[in-house]
């Protein structure tokens, strides 16, 4: 039984380590969006 344990243990750690990777780079992306966003608002009101 232990064995079985250890595998889905390794398996959610390895989903979670991955799972963090995917959302900094969506969240990054979604920033980028954001910072962007402002800028040409700023030079509309400039």
Do not use: E, P, Y
């Not at 595998?7 to 969006?33: M, P």
């Amino acid at each position: 039984m232990s064995i079985v344990n250890r595998r889905n243990a390794v398996i959610g750690f390895l989903t979670l380590k991955v799972g963090k990777v995917v959302a900094r780079r969506k969240a990054k992306q979604v920033r980028g969006r954001f910072m962007g966003r402002g800028k040409k608002s700023d030079k509309k009101s400039a």
